[in-house]
Structure formats: structure tokens, C-alpha cells
């Protein structure tokens, strides 16, 4: 069974606070990918970053990084030093293989981040 | 030089009627998707479609009618508005993957919020 699930449905933080958005998916897939996208209250999907199942090194990219631990089942999102411009709701999808699958991604229920002044 | 296009972005109608969204990609993509999101932002796919054939119907009720005149286009009919068919519905696209296991990243276009009176 595939599942996505993202616990924390609302998380509010000061400006400069650290923040992590946590993640848990279940396949029973040996090769699938993982992905996390932002939207915005304007209420595009943004893309911010995709690794496959056997990638486990973690990555930073500017204030974000990534956290992928298998033996968990995890994929947590953290923003170091937040901005009011990271309020928005983060969306953690797996996407599983095989040309059957059609690429579709089953996405978590989203965690709303809410970064104040 | 938008990626992913959809148009209308905002449609209101009544229950009952009949509407279409468009959707068009100029990336180049083989395979377009259709997602809902719901009022409570959880976002599921509908369709998914590589060179204009269909991969994936989840379970979406037969008065959505998605059409792929080619790869560049994936349109959706929907017949018979329904209260419950208010949402917003996002299009996507994304590139098979060259050792040919599935599709890669997804990229949205904004969505087009569908209200039903």
C-alpha cells in the first residue's frame, strides 16, 4: 500500500527560527522517488526537490535541506532561519516505479507553515 | 514562455452544466496528469496520460472525459456539474525516464478553481 503522511498539519514559527516538516511514506516498492513541493498562498504547486529510493544523501540547498532515512521511512523538510516569504503549505509526495504506475504521485494531507515577523 | 498552462483559472457554474479546462505544456513532456485538490488542500490524481494514450483513471466518475488531442494538450470534460466537483484542479506534466521504469518530475501548472453553485 502506498501512504504518505505528514503529521503536522499546522506549524507556526518566529522569523530566524529553524523549522522541520516531517514525513513518513510506506511502499512496498524497492525503487521509488520522493519529492517535496511548496504552495504558496498565491496557490501554485512548486517543485523543490526530488531523490529516489536509493539516494540517501541528504541535501542542502540555501536555507533548506533534506533528510532521507530509510530505515525510517522518512523524508524531513527543514528551514533553517525561516522567512515570512517560507509561509506556505508543503506537500510530501512518493512517486513509485514502473511504467504501470504512470508516474502518479500520492501526495501527504500538506503541513501549512505559518512564519511570522 | 509559461511551462504548464491551464486556462480558465477561475470557473463558477451550475450544477448541472457542462465545462472544459485546458491545459497545455511546452516542456516537451510525454506524460500529463490531472490532480484535484479539495477544500481541505488534499490533492489526488485523477488521470494520467503518456503520447496521448491512458495510463491511469483512478477511479474518477465517468462525467470527467479527459482528452489528449496530443502531447502537448490534455483537456478535461466534465458533464453533469456536481456540488461536490467545487475544487481546484491542477494540470502537470513531466518526462518518461530514459531507462523507461516511469515518469520523472512533475511540474504544475497554477490550477483552475471550479466552483459549482
Known amino acids: 500500500a502506498q501512504k504518505v503522511t505528514q503529521a503536522q498539519t499546522e506549524i507556526s514559527v518566529v522569523e530566524k527560527e529553524d523549522v522541520t516538516l516531517d514525513c513518513v511514506y510506506e511502499t512496498r516498492d524497492t525503487t521509488y522517488y520522493l519529492f517535496w513541493y511548496k504552495q504558496p498562498p498565491s496557490g501554485e504547486l512548486v517543485f523543490l526537490i526530488r531523490?529516489?529510493?536509493?539516494?540517501?544523501q541528504n541535501e542542502i540547498s540555501g536555507r533548506y535541506s533534506w533528510n532521507f532515512q530509510k530505515s525510517t521511512s522518512s523524508f524531513n523538510f527543514t528551514i533553517t532561519a525561516s522567512q515570512v516569504v517560507d509561509s506556505a503549505v508543503y506537500f510530501c509526495?512518493?512517486?513509485?516505479?514502473?511504467?504501470?504506475?504512470?508516474?502518479?504521485?500520492?501526495f501527504g494531507q500538506g503541513t501549512e507553515l505559518s512564519v511570522k515577523p | 514562455d509559461t511551462a504548464v498552462s491551464q486556462t480558465p483559472k477561475y470557473l463558477v457554474t451550475q450544477m448541472g452544466n457542462d465545462k472544459s479546462i485546458k491545459c497545455e505544456q511546452n516542456l516537451g513532456h510525454d506524460t500529463m496528469y490531472w490532480y484535484k485538490q479539495d477544500s481541505k488542500k488534499f490533492l489526488k490524481i485523477m488521470f494520467s496520460?503518456?503520447?496521448?494514450?491512458?495510463?491511469i483513471n483512478e477511479t474518477v466518475p465517468n462525467r470527467f472525459s479527459p482528452k489528449s488531442p496530443d502531447k502537448a494538450h490534455l483537456n478535461l470534460h466534465i458533464n453533469s456539474l456536481e456540488l461536490g466537483d467545487s475544487a481546484v484542479y491542477f494540470c502537470?506534466?513531466?518526462?518518461?525516464?530514459?531507462?523507461?521504469?516511469?515518469?520523472?518530475?512533475?511540474?504544475f501548472g497554477p490550477g483552475t478553481r471550479l466552483t459549482v453553485l
Open positions: 502537470a506534466s513531466s518526462q518518461d525516464r530514459s531507462d523507461g521504469s516511469g515518469a520523472d518530475t512533475q511540474y
Open positions: 496520460y503518456n503520447n496521448k494514450e491512458l495510463i
Open positions: 509526495a512518493l512517486s513509485e516505479d514502473g511504467y504501470n504506475q504512470g508516474g502518479k504521485l500520492i
Open positions: 531523490r529516489n529510493s536509493f539516494d540517501e
